[in-house]
């Protein structure tokens, strides 16, 4: 079994035999969501990895690859179909995720080296294309509808949206975190090339996927969050983590980065970690989720009225129906605002319809509450908003409310 030593080794070689493939060279993608997040982009970079080490050209076990450059690519050139992490953004949207900065600076890599969809080379064509969706079961665009027949392995932890049911595998099942159910697959179908990597690897994998694991289960304190197979792998990722790995510093560090969004623009807000879908009945919805209060984010646009613009703005370049922006924030204890925009005269009684059928679930209080800094309410047709009370129910649990009701207009 040939290996890598580092997973910037392994990223760098799978960038290279990417960009350079020609019309009839097969290639397998391993996709997350389009909001990148952490859970996105650790899963499909781990997924990768794993994936080309099984498929692995026969050598010695424990037989290393080196520098130079040349021994990566023959490696590459040797594997019949390469498979390649893919993040659902284009490359200049990765620096609004300052998370992913500060996950690398614990890692071998560069975000340089991760393959975005600025990258997608012209080249590779859809018959020649395979997929595997991590941390989604739906493929979306850009690479929707090209692709859309091309996805053939799913591992998610979101609702099932009941598509490509000859997927194999086909692993949807609550999880804190899409990485831990990558991580338990692996282990289980292929422990023998799992045991068998290098320390070193081991531990840097342990380091990738502990990121998204711990702030997706808020360092598994999160009871509605956790479940058993996010607590084995922690507890097997701490072991091989490395001398000197502080768990709860890696923790806040990363939440401490994820939150600072300070020199970020609206639209940059709007973008950072946002999820699109389309139903059945032709409705455009899209969740923009931002980790400060909305109360903060319409005083950094200038007013209601002006963020109101900017998410006019934000949901015409989508084509969106329904505009809803998610927000959390812990400055003064932790609390979630919601806000809805029915952008047309065929969505805009959608805020109330929400509000009517979900309140007791989510326990809707108007914003802005007493004691916010903004104090004027909202008078824009088809917008409505509030404060969560229900703190547990995220944009996971949400959005399915938030499409059912859509897909009834």
């Keep these: 079994m040939a290996t890598f030593t580092s997973l910037q080794q392994f990223l760098v070689g799978a960038k290279q035999r990417f960009n350079t493939a ?9 996709v997350g969501n389009e909001s990148a997040d952490l859970d996105s982009f650790a899963s499909s970079i781990l997924y990768a990895f794993l994936d080309t080490i099984i498929k692995a050209p026969d050598t010695p076990k424990f037989q290393p690859i080196h520098p130079p450059d040349r021994e990566v690519a023959a490696f590459f050139d040797r594997l019949p179909v390469p498979t390649i992490p893919l993040l659902s953004i284009p490359r200049n949207e990765v620096s609004l995720r300052p998370e992913h900065a500060y996950l690398i600076s614990h890692l071998s890599f ?12 012209a080249s590779i064509k859809p018959s020649k294309a395979s997929i595997t969706l991590v941390d989604h079961n739906v493929l979306r665009p850009p690479l929707a509808p090209p692709f859309s027949n091309c996805v053939t392995a799913i591992i998610d932890h979101h609702a099932d949206e009941n598509m490509y049911s000859q ?6 099942i609550p999880a804190g975190s899409c990485t831990s159910l990558i991580a338990n697959h692996f282990r289980t179908h292929y422990a023998a090339h799992w045991n068998n990597l290098p320390e ?8 990738l996927a502990l990121a998204p694991i711990l702030i997706d289960t808020a360092n598994l304190k999160s009871e509605s969050k956790v479940t058993p197979v996010d607590v084995v792998q922690v507890t097997e990722f701490l072991e091989r983590a490395g001398e000197g790995f502080d768990r709860n510093a890696f923790y806040d560090g990363l939440r401490t980065a994820r939150s600072d969004i ?18 059945k009945n032709g409705i455009v919805l899209g969740i923009s989720a931002i980790t400060r209060s909305l109360s903060w984010v319409v005083q950094k646009a200038g007013g209601i009225e002006a963020f109101s613009a900017e998410l006019e703005k934000y949901a015409k370049d989508r084509g969106l129906d329904i505009a809803i922006v998610m927000t959390t924030d812990n400055s003064r204890g932790f609390r979630r605002d919601l806000l809805i925009w ?17 309140n007791e679930k989510f326990r809707l209080e108007r914003w802005p509450k007493e004691g916010d800094e903004v104090t004027a309410s ?25 499409r059912e009701i859509a897909g009834k207009l």
């Design 167 to 172: 997927a194999q595998p086909r692993t949807i």
């Design 110 to 121: 560069a975000l340089t080296d991760v393959p975005t969809l600025s990258d997608l080379p």
């Design 200 to 207: 070193s690897i081991h531990s840097e994998i342990a380091r």
């Design 262 to 279: 300070t020199g970020l623009s609206i639209d940059g807000l709007l973008r950072k970690d946002y999820k699109q879908w389309k139903e």
């Design 378 to 402: 909202i008078a824009i047709e088809g917008m409505k908003a509030w404060t969560q009370a229900s703190l547990d129910l995220s944009r996971k649990q949400v959005a399915p409310v938030l």
């Design 22 to 30: 020609s019309p009839n060279t097969p290639v397998h993608l391993v």
């Design 342 to 358: 029915g952008a047309n005269d065929r969505t805009k009684g959608f805020a109330q319809s929400f509000e009517d059928s979900a």
